[in-house]
C-alpha cells in the first residue's frame, strides 16, 4: 500500500506536524465555555432558544428531531439557519476572533484558513450543537487527518490525538454533559421516541428506524 501521507512524512516529521498541528487549535477558553454551557442547560430546560443542524436530505428529517425535543425537554428547538450561524457567532464572541470579511472597526480580530468543527460531532443534539466547548477553530492543513474521507492508519493515529486532547480540555464539561444524559435524558428518551413515531411517522420522508438510530447516537454519552 502506498500511502501519499508516507511521503508528506519523509520532509515533515509526523510526531511534528501532529503536536504542532494541536497547537494551532484554537480553543474557547475553559471559565467562558463553562459559563456558556451552565447557560445553555438552562435554555434548553426553561423554552429558551436552542438550535440544531438541519437532518437528512434538504433537511426534511429535521421536523422529527423538533418534535423529540418537544416530548423530552419541552422546548421548540429550532433549526439553525444556515447549520452552522450560530457555532459561528458563539466563537467570534467568546475567541473574539472571525473567519469573516470585517470591516476597519470591528471588534474582532481576523483569521484565515481555520475551520469551525463540532469536536465530539452530535450537530443534532441540542446539547452540544452551540456547546462552545464542543466547538473549536480548526487549521485547515489538519483536514486531511480528520475530514470524513480522510482513511488509514496515520489518520487513526492523529484522531485518537485530537480526541485525548480536547477531552482532557473540558473533562468536567464532558462529564457533566454524561450525567445529564444519564439522569435526564436516557430515562425518559423510549417514551419519548414513542411519543414522536406517533406523530411523525406517518408523515416521514425516509427511513424512519433510521431517524431513531440516529436519535438514540445523537443523544448518547460521550
Request: hydrophobic share 35%; proline share 5%; charged share 30%.
Amino acid at each position: 500500500m502506498k500511502d501519499a501521507y508516507d511521503e508528506l512524512f519523509k520532509h515533515y516529521g509526523k510526531k511534528n506536524l501532529f503536536a504542532d498541528g494541536l497547537e494551532a487549535m484554537i480553543h474557547v477558553g475553559h471559565a467562558k465555555a463553562s459559563k456558556q454551557w451552565e447557560d445553555l442547560k438552562h435554555r434548553l430546560w426553561n423554552n429558551g432558544p436552542v438550535f440544531i443542524r438541519g437532518y437528512g436530505r434538504d433537511a426534511k428529517g429535521t421536523p422529527a428531531f423538533q418534535t423529540l425535543y418537544r416530548h423530552l425537554f419541552n422546548n421548540e428547538v429550532q433549526k439553525d439557519p444556515n447549520n452552522n450561524r450560530h457555532p459561528a457567532k458563539l466563537l467570534e464572541e467568546l475567541t473574539g476572533l472571525s473567519k469573516r470579511k470585517l470591516g476597519k472597526r470591528s471588534k474582532y480580530q481576523p483569521i484565515r484558513n481555520y475551520q469551525i468543527s463540532h469536536l465530539f460531532g452530535r450537530t443534532k443534539n441540542p446539547l452540544l450543537f452551540t456547546a462552545a466547548w464542543n466547538i473549536a477553530y480548526v487549521p485547515k492543513f489538519l483536514d486531511p487527518f480528520t475530514g470524513h474521507e480522510a482513511k488509514g492508519d496515520h489518520v487513526d493515529e492523529f484522531q485518537k490525538l485530537f480526541e485525548a486532547k480536547n477531552r482532557e480540555l473540558f473533562k468536567d464539561l464532558i462529564a457533566d454533559y454524561n450525567k445529564l444524559i444519564r439522569q435526564e435524558v436516557t430515562p425518559r428518551l423510549e417514551d419519548a421516541l414513542k411519543a414522536t413515531r406517533k406523530e411523525e411517522e406517518p408523515r416521514y420522508e425516509g427511513n424512519y428506524k433510521l431517524f431513531e438510530k440516529s436519535a438514540r447516537e445523537e443523544l448518547a454519552e460521550l
